[in-house]
């Protein structure tokens, strides 16, 4: 069994999931423990999201004390006051989901660093989360957002659009130990933040990709990307993912390295590199070699520099062309800036 957890989540007026929120989700949950719930439940074999009341509450959290999984036993007897569908999600491997309480597991499990970025099959998951309104009232359909909009008026209240999205935000579900975070709203849910992270408030942060730790984050961090221990994204700058241009190119940032303000990577980084600010590196960009001496050696396409460690790339100011040197200069973080005790 790859992964299993209880969760209390949000449907339509049709039934359709909109979100769900795992409260503590198990990678490679112990099999008397998957065994005592889906005796109660009656759950089928394979990746499976069973629906249950909180009637059942009460069998189950019977079954798992008997079983010795006691602090699951508590989040049940928790879940017995709910007046939110509950349900339980079962992994059994890890196949492309089905549904989207199979999305919202796998997402958990990115965010509560129990699986790192690449290591889940998230195949066809944009197919299976509704475009949901979050709300001050919760997330709601987006097609039922007029009607709900309309009672709440006639009831006194005005009901906040904080933003419309496939994607809630990260810290409405997780909030990992030991990061800092500007502005909650720019990190998915799906995000990995090593600890020792900060992500600025013009920082971003996309699902499936996310950082080592310790870092400083003041540019984007596409779908995709994984940022190194000890590197640090300036102001504005950007990564390439594989859902923004990147193709099937895997885009990675290593330890240790520099990417400018306002500069961009359109190919993975190995250690220690340094990114001019204000230089977009593309995968096709020509770039010139230069030697420890200064003299030119030959002209490359970018691309062949992927994963190289000890680069710095600049745009020469005088002839506009972009040149790659040894990268001699050692990228030291500040420790009293990137401390989140």
Known sequence: ?????????????????????????????????????????DVPAGNSAVSFLPEHCGKLAEALQSAGHVAQAELVEALAASQRPLVATFLESDAAPQSAPEVYLKLHLLSHRLVKPHGLDLT??????????????????????????????????TLSVDCV???????????????????????????????????????????????????MIEGRISAGVMVGKGSDLG????????????GNIVIKVGEGCL????????????DRCTVEAGLYLTAGAKV??????????????????????????????????????????AIALNEALHAND
């Open 235 to 246: 102001g504005g700058c950007s990564t390439m993912g594989t859902l923004s241009g990147g």
């Open 288 to 329: 010139t070699l230069i030697d420890d001496q200064g003299q030119e050696v030959r002209s490359v396409a970018a691309r062949e520099l992927a994963g190289q460690s000890d680069l710095l790339l600049r745009r020469n100011s005088q002839n506009g062309r972009i040149e790659c040197l040894t990268n001699k200069s």
């Open 1 to 41: 069994m790859l992964s299993f957890a209880f969760g209390i989540g949000t449907q339509n007026t049709q039934g359709d999931w909109l979100e769900i929120y795992y409260p503590a989700p198990l990678l490679k949950p112990e099999a008397s423990l998957v065994e005592a719930v889906g005796k109660v439940l």
């Open 165 to 215: 999205d496939k994607f809630p935000k990260m810290t409405d579900y997780v909030v990992p130990g030991g990061v800092r975070i500007g502005d909650t709203a720019r990190v998915r849910l799906g995000a990995y933040l090593g600890e020792g992270t900060t992500v600025m408030h013009e920082g971003f942060v996309n699902f499936n990709a996310g950082t080592e730790g310790p870092g």
């Open 124 to 157: 066809g998951m944009f197919g299976l989360l509704r475009n949901v309104a979050w709300t001050s009232e919760g997330p709601i359909d987006i097609e039922e957002l007029p009607a709900r909009r309309l009672k709440a008026r006639l009831e006194g209240r």
């Open 259 to 270: 990417i400018g303000a306002n500069a961009g990577i359109g190919i993975p980084l190995g």
